[in-house]
């Protein structure tokens, strides 16, 4: 038996506007309906620098986030269905279309029917991944003189390889082994370096280098690597002693995390530079051509765009894999620090060329990934009162909410996802102490939701696997007993 009481009831009830001899929800599915507000909020800083720095009005730089987040996810749902025909997605300069490549003209409707516009190309996103790591594993014949870096460019179906002698480039190319039909030599005058002096959020110092807290998590925060070594002291922005880096990793990666001692308490914010605070909601990631802003103790905040993911860099000191993109510009001092897209964080400052006089290229390192390598909890807010607690890493999307005791909410936002394969499925709940909460998966079996799934323990955590067929899912998180904020991780085929 159920432990919900009065709740169960709302298990068999179609959902609003659902006649009963309808077969789908009457939810929008995720990718075609409108984000809730909560899910693409940004603070006031956010918009007026997006509006400074991308030429937009007030409320083209609202629209935009809310453009950009329905974008993202649909384009991570089509990243899932479409298989290994999908060659990548984009929003394009042009309107904002979300462009999703494919290698198969036969999947064109299914990529038109889900709001976005279908090119076919060559290649598809895992032959141009594999030739990017084919660079990679040839990155010790890259030289900072030669090669800035490079980097998968989904939109051109190529891998770009930045230029800086382009003799000395294609030898690295042919040295690499990789089809040199898919890579595409692009001179540059960029000469990225680490920016060692501090990026985003408050300033920390080790010794004489100064550098920017990236996104606090549970018992301290993420930061850049190039910024310290293991067992590295730090102090604050007031030198007052403040930490330690308990893991670290330059070059290859550029992430690091430090553990604060009990003279600190991690929030869940990012300094805007203004007076106030940006509160971070999740670390759900942006697609290319996203917009995207930064905050950095040198040059305020700073927006631009998402132009690649999984770029290789060539600094001095070696070559960092993993990294994403931007043409948001940044200067030495900006380290280390927060890039989000609304309230949602992506990464870590690691470096660039150019400055924010000129224009520049920054690099920064996807905050999931440092999570998941360390085991870490983004601290995580809901905008105002107390943030919910959020003990679940390594999960695809993050979503937070409230509720009281007796009700349920639903998620993600109040709708529904649709997966399109069979696979597992994973949610993690977590609540705040003092209460039980519970997380139910529901499916669609044509006619009402039903339980597929459940925790249901006495605890205000739980985890659900499942492993389903194709078919639209939600969660249900309960409120047994108790009231308050929760964050739940979803991760689905």
Same mark, same amino acid.
């Given at each position: 038996?159920?432990?919900?009481?009065?709740?169960?009831?709302?298990?068999?009830?179609? &959902?609003?506007?659902? !006649?009963?001899?309808?077969?789908?929800?009457?939810?929008?599915?995720?990718?075609?309906?409108?984000?809730?507000?909560?899910?693409?909020?940004?603070?006031?800083?956010?918009?007026?620098?997006?509006? =400074?720095?991308?030429?937009?009005?007030?409320?083209?730089?609202?629209?935009?986030?809310?453009?950009?987040?329905?974008?993202?996810?649909?384009?991570?749902? !089509?990243?899932?269905?479409?298989?290994?025909?999908?060659?990548?997605?984009?929003?394009?300069?042009?309107?904002?279309?979300? $462009?999703?490549?494919?290698?198969?003209?036969? !999947?064109?409707? =299914?990529?038109?029917?889900?709001?976005?516009?279908?090119?076919?190309?060559?290649?598809?996103?895992?032959?141009?991944?594999?030739?990017?790591?084919?660079?990679?594993?040839?990155?010790?014949?890259?030289? +900072?003189?030669?090669?800035?870096?490079?980097?998968?460019?989904?939109?051109? %179906?190529?891998? $770009?390889?930045?230029?800086?002698?382009?003799?000395?480039?294609?030898?690295?190319?042919?040295?690499?082994?990789?089809?040199?039909?898919?890579?595409?030599?692009?001179?540059?005058?960029?000469?990225?370096?680490?920016?060692?002096?501090?990026?985003?959020?408050?300033?920390?110092?080790?010794?004489?280098?100064?550098?920017?807290?990236?996104?606090?998590?549970?018992?301290?925060?993420?930061?850049?690597? +190039?910024?310290?070594?293991?067992?590295?002291?730090?102090?604050?922005?007031?030198?007052?002693?403040?930490?330690?880096?308990?893991?670290?990793?330059?070059?290859? %990666?550029?992430?690091?995390?430090?553990?604060? %001692?009990? %003279?600190?308490? &991690?929030?869940?914010?990012?300094?805007?530079?203004?007076?106030?605070?940006?509160?971070?909601?999740?670390?759900?990631?942006?697609?290319?051509?996203?917009?995207?802003?930064?905050?950095?103790?040198?040059?305020?905040?700073?927006?631009?765009?998402?132009?690649?993911?999984?770029?290789?860099?060539?600094?001095?000191?070696?070559?960092?894999?993993?990294?994403?993109?931007?043409?948001?510009?940044?200067?030495?001092?900006?380290?280390?620090?927060?890039?989000?897209?609304?309230?949602?964080?992506?990464?870590?400052?690691?470096?660039?060329?150019?400055?924010?006089?000129?224009?520049?290229?920054?690099?920064?390192?996807?905050?999931?990934?440092? !999570?998941?390598?360390?085991?870490?909890?983004?601290?995580?807010? @809901?905008?105002?009162?107390?943030?919910?607690?959020?003990?679940?890493?390594?999960?695809?999307?993050?979503?937070?909410?409230?509720?009281?005791?007796?009700?349920?909410?639903?998620?993600?936002?109040?709708?529904?996802?649709?997966?399109?394969?069979?696979?597992? +499925?994973?949610?993690?709940?977590?609540?705040?102490?003092?209460?039980?909460?519970?997380?139910?998966?529901?499916?669609?079996?044509?006619?009402?939701?039903?339980?597929?799934?459940?925790?249901?323990?006495?605890? @205000?955590?739980?985890?659900?696997?499942?492993?389903?067929?194709?078919?639209?899912?939600?969660?249900?998180?309960?409120?047994?007993?108790? @009231?308050?904020?929760?964050?739940?991780?979803?991760?689905?085929?």
């Amino acid at each position: 038996m159920k432990r919900r009481l009065a709740a169960v009831a709302a298990v068999i009830l179609l &959902p609003t506007g659902v !006649l009963t001899t309808v077969g789908l929800p009457a939810t929008a599915a995720p990718g075609t309906a409108s984000t809730s507000a909560a899910d693409t909020a940004a603070a006031p800083e956010m918009l007026a620098a997006m509006q =400074r720095d991308l030429g937009l009005t007030a409320t083209e730089a609202k629209d935009r986030i809310t453009r950009d987040d329905k974008a993202s996810r649909t384009d991570a749902n !089509l990243r899932k269905s479409l298989g290994g025909a999908y060659a990548g997605g984009w929003v394009s300069a042009d309107g904002g279309a979300l $462009v999703v490549a494919i290698t198969d003209a036969a !999947l064109a409707g =299914r990529v038109t029917g889900a709001g976005a516009q279908a090119k076919v190309v060559a290649r598809s996103a895992a032959q141009l991944d594999g030739v990017k790591n084919g660079l990679d594993r040839a990155a010790t014949k890259a030289t +900072h003189e030669s090669v800035a870096g490079w980097y998968v460019d989904v939109a051109s %179906n190529t891998v $770009v390889v930045l230029a800086k002698d382009n003799t000395a480039a294609s030898t690295f190319v042919k040295a690499s082994g990789v089809d040199a039909k898919a890579v595409r030599l692009v001179p540059t005058t960029e000469s990225p370096v680490p920016f060692y002096d501090v990026r985003g959020g408050d300033a920390y110092y080790m010794g004489g280098g100064r550098c920017s807290v990236g996104f606090p998590v549970t018992g301290g925060y993420v930061t850049a690597g +190039h910024c310290g070594t293991t067992g590295t002291a730090t102090q604050g922005y007031n030198q007052v002693a403040s930490g330690t880096f308990r893991g670290s990793s330059f070059p290859g %990666n550029d992430y690091a995390w430090v553990q604060t %001692n009990s %003279n600190w308490t &991690p929030q869940p914010w990012v300094n805007n530079y203004a007076g106030g605070n940006v509160t971070v909601a999740g670390s759900t990631e942006s697609a290319v051509g996203a917009a995207i802003c930064r905050s950095g103790s040198t040059t305020g905040w700073k927006c631009g765009t998402v132009q690649a993911k999984n770029s290789s860099v060539t600094y001095p000191q070696g070559t960092v894999s993993g990294l994403t993109r931007t043409n948001a510009c940044a200067e030495p001092g900006d380290s280390g620090g927060s890039w989000l897209s609304g309230q949602q964080a992506q990464g870590v400052t690691s470096g660039g060329s150019g400055n924010c006089t000129s224009g520049g290229t920054t690099y920064f390192q996807p905050v999931n990934e440092i !999570l998941s390598v360390y085991g870490l909890t983004l601290r995580t807010g @809901s905008g105002g009162g107390n943030p919910p607690p959020t003990g679940c890493t390594g999960y695809e999307a993050t979503y937070t909410g409230s509720v009281t005791s007796g009700n349920s909410q639903f998620q993600p936002g109040g709708s529904y996802y649709q997966s399109t394969v069979s696979g597992t +499925h994973r949610g993690c709940l977590d609540g705040p102490s003092g209460v039980d909460f519970d997380l139910y998966l529901q499916k669609w079996n044509g006619s009402a939701w039903v339980d597929v799934a459940a925790g249901e323990t006495a605890s @205000s955590d739980e985890t659900i696997t499942y492993n389903g067929t194709a078919g639209y899912y939600r969660y249900d998180v309960y409120a047994y007993s108790g @009231s308050g904020s929760y964050s739940l991780g979803i991760t689905n085929p």
